[in-house]
């Protein structure tokens, strides 16, 4: 018989040399180009701003900014990562105007809308991404977008609802949320350059600040239209004040 270093030799002569081949040839595959990164295309990014009296913060006003990140976190418009948002509150002052013109006495401070404004986030699981801010030295919501420091190739958004949009008609680019009651052919009629997000869906389309503060002896509508967390945080404050 053939010695064991023979039979060794021979067994490897035999080998289906076309497996390995193949395997050379998957391998050959798997190499990016010369020159092309392994790395994945990063995503461009985006901080949403909003600026109002927030008096108080809604369930709405929630799902409005949340509604506005899935918008453009979608590849069709642009697959942003949407790394922040920031509600600025108002001036204590201009907030007193507003409910004098509005026949209404409910005011809260700056502090509490933004302490409101937190209670809601962290309800709503955002905390670390939805914000509050003092925006009460700036006039419009514009403004203090720009104002926001921003990282290196990111773009800052001016977010508000349809209402708001119609009520202070402006040429500049801003993202419109429609509400209930609101045409989309208004609103492109005075903001040309918006960008539009539909309106939201169920009733969250129709809350607002007004309607909230129309029920304030109503504990059980005020947890609908605030959610239980800011319902009991806002009777708190009421009663302190």
């Known amino acids: 018989s053939s010695p064991a270093w023979a039979r060794r030799r021979t067994a490897r002569s035999r080998a289906p040399r076309d497996v390995v081949d193949l395997t050379a040839a998957a391998s050959a595959d798997e190499k990016p180009p010369r020159g092309a990164s392994s790395r994945p295309t ?3 990014r985006m901080i949403l701003a909003a600026h109002g009296s927030w008096n108080p913060v809604t369930r709405a006003h929630v799902a409005m900014v949340v509604a506005v990140r899935e918008f453009f976190e979608a590849r069709e418009h642009g697959g942003y990562e949407v790394v922040r948002c920031v509600l600025a509150t108002t001036s204590d002052k201009e907030l007193r105007k507003k409910m004098k013109r ?3 006495s409910m005011v ?3 502090a509490d809308r933004r302490r409101l404004i937190h209670v809601a986030a962290e309800e709503a699981q955002l905390g670390g991404w939805l914000e509050a ?3 009460s030295k700036f006039y419009s919501g514009g403004r203090f977008a720009e104002s926001l420091p921003r990282p290196a190739r990111c773009r800052v958004l001016h977010v508000v609802g349809s209402d708001t949009a119609l009520r202070h008609s402006k040429q500049g680019k ?7 009651g609101d045409s989309e052919g208004s609103v492109r009629k005075e903001r040309p350059k918006a960008i539009i997000v539909p309106r939201l869906p169920g009733p969250l389309g129709g809350i607002s600040s007004t309607a909230v503060r129309s029920v304030l002896s109503e504990e059980a509508r005020l947890e609908e239209l605030c959610g239980p ?6 009777v708190k404050t009421l009663a302190d004040m």
């Not at 967390?229 to 806002?234: E, F, H, N």
Request: charged share 25%; net charge neutral.
């Open 42 to 44: 990063p995503r461009p």
């Open 102 to 104: 509005e026949g209404q």
């Open 174 to 180: 801003c993202v419109v949320v429609m509400r209930d």
């Open 108 to 110: 809260l401070s700056g």
């Open 229 to 234: 967390a800011v319902m009991k945080a806002l």
């Open 133 to 135: 801010a003092d925006g």
